[in-house]
């Protein structure tokens, strides 16, 4: 259970998917989400895996509100072994809550504090809180989101680490595109919703203190008109070119054009960063933030990339300069990358352990 699905985008989506079509196979899946912002509940079939998307006629601080989906979920979870919900999503907790007290094999998976939402954290803390303690296993991408959660760590004794894994297709992709390479200028990419947490407007600030490096912006976003004006002010229009939403096909033509990835996530709302597995798949370098999240475990500083302090334009810049001078060093941080991908972040790896989990639960509570 999930806010939305594909073709809707974003990290929790592309897991939710990766799990419900790894797992079809060998068990019965079904998903429930909302629509998003569509008075109208439909259900259908995306490459074999059943999808139910509740009418969502309003939407608050991005959370779909849906009457439809209180009561399918009181119906569902009543019918199922495992109830599966990925957070932050505010509406599966009041679901759970309205259903009953049924304990039934709730596994949660946790994918990032709420951060800038305060205020309505002072109201749904306690409801957060009486979800998790329901939770017979909390999944945590990496172990860092443990430690530095506000509220995860008084649970940690029923969280489990199952890293995410990088998607088959992005691995079959990197072998059929091929990079494009030029002494200059430096071809840094940047891929993601172009929203607050990003850190977009640090990276062109940083951006404009270089020469010699262009930047590619794949992402839409409410923040795409402010930063568009920003690269005007800036007078980058020549070096930041904003290419949009796009397919994979063309994404993947991207990672293997580029020299550099960059990640500038200014707050923990990046628990992870994804799209870092992607462009290290490609045997890019990365340049991400000293988050205290799992973004610098992904990618390890002087090692598959470099990481800089969040929301430090001069830290950006030098990292950027850097990548320029030391083009040895830039390749052999890819190579780096692409090895730790392919040992330590198989989507093979990550089904398997969700498997197991399910299987593990399912035993016990019938034990009893």
């Not at 899946?29 to 629509?35: F, R, T």
């Not at 072994?81 to 907790?93: G, K, S, Y």
């Not at 407007?201 to 490096?213: P, V, Y």
């Not at 992870?272 to 340049?287: D, N, R, S």
Request: hydrophobic share 40%; aromatic share 10%; proline share 4%.
């Amino acid at each position: 259970m999930n806010k939305l699905y594909a073709p809707a985008t974003g990290g929790i989506e592309t897991v939710v998917r990766q799990i419900s079509e790894g797992l079809k196979d060998v068990m019965q899946i079904k998903v429930l989400v909302c629509q998003d912002k569509i008075n109208q509940t439909i259900e259908e079939c995306i490459f074999g895996v059943n999808v139910r998307r509740c009418a969502s006629r309003w939407k608050v601080n991005s959370m779909p509100l849906s009457l439809q989906f209180l009561r399918d979920y009181k119906k569902l979870s009543k019918q199922v072994d495992i109830v599966q919900v990925h957070m932050p999503f505010p509406l599966a907790d009041l679901a759970y809550l309205l259903a009953g007290k049924s304990k039934k094999n709730l596994v949660i998976w946790w994918h990032s504090d709420i951060v800038r939402q305060k205020r309505w954290m002072l109201f749904y803390r306690p409801l957060c809180s009486f979800f998790l303690k329901q939770a017979q296993a909390i999944i945590v991408a990496t172990k860092e989101q443990i430690d530095n959660s506000d509220i995860l760590w008084k649970y940690k004794d029923r969280c489990i680490v199952i890293p995410y894994g990088i998607k088959k297709e992005v691995l079959y992709a990197t072998k059929s595109y091929k990079e494009e390479r030029n002494a200059h200028p430096l071809r840094v990419l940047f891929v993601g919703r172009l929203v607050y947490y990003k850190g977009c407007e640090i990276l062109l600030e940083a951006l404009a203190k270089t020469k010699e490096i262009i930047l590619t912006i794949v992402g839409e976003g409410p923040l795409k008109a402010s930063l568009q004006k920003q690269t005007k002010r800036l007078h980058l229009e020549n070096r930041v070119f904003f290419l949009g939403q796009m397919e994979d096909e063309r994404l993947f033509q991207e990672y293997a054009s580029c020299d550099v990835f960059v990640l500038p996530s200014v707050v923990k709302s990046e628990a992870f960063g994804l799209v870092q597995l992607e462009a290290m798949a490609f045997g890019k370098p990365v340049i991400n933030t000293s988050l205290q999240s799992g973004v610098p475990y992904v990618s390890l500083d002087g090692k598959t990339g470099l990481t800089v302090p969040p929301q430090n334009t001069v830290a950006l810049t030098k990292a950027l300069n850097w990548m320029k001078n030391h083009p040895q060093q830039r390749l052999a941080m890819g190579r780096e990358a692409k090895r730790r991908i392919e040992t330590k972040f198989r989507e093979e790896e990550m089904l398997y352990r969700i498997k197991k989990l399910y299987e593990e639960i399912t035993i016990r509570n019938n034990k009893r």
